[in-house]
Nanobody, 121 residues
């Protein structure tokens, strides 16, 4: 059974930091591209960052230079270090595992339930 469990969400003041974790099991973590997504109230879900199996990373422009994605293959855990947080970073953050292409569209196979991050001014 595949499980992705996020933790580390909570409330933080603008300018502060937070680290999210995504502990996973039930699939070959080391072989999979992993991603962090977020969804703010009234907005569509957006990709925050992803990391390939070889460690190559990419970021949304809105978080570039402030967020860092990493993975611990020994612990099957994905991380997102968030620094210099802004009120507009408030959202539910979800981790996603194993990107595949279906019908010409890239999507992720497995998803966590999400963790709320609230940034106050």
């Amino acid at each position: 059974q595949v499980q992705l469990v996020e933790s580390g969400g909570g409330s933080v003041q603008a300018g502060g930091s937070r680290q999210l974790s995504c502990a996973s099991s039930g699939y070959r973590f080391t072989n999979c591209r992993m991603g962090w997504y977020r969804q703010a109230p009234g907005k569509e879900r957006e990709l925050v960052s992803h990391i390939s199996a070889d460690g190559t990373t990419s970021y949304a422009d809105s978080v570039q230079g402030r967020f860092t994605i990493s993975r611990d293959n020994a612990q099957n855990t994905l991380y997102l270090q968030m620094n210099s947080l802004k009120t507009e970073d408030t959202a539910v953050y979800s981790c996603a595992a194993c990107r595949v292409q279906r019908g010409g569209v890239w999507t992720y196979t497995y998803w966590g339930q999400g963790t709320q991050v609230t940034v106050s001014s």
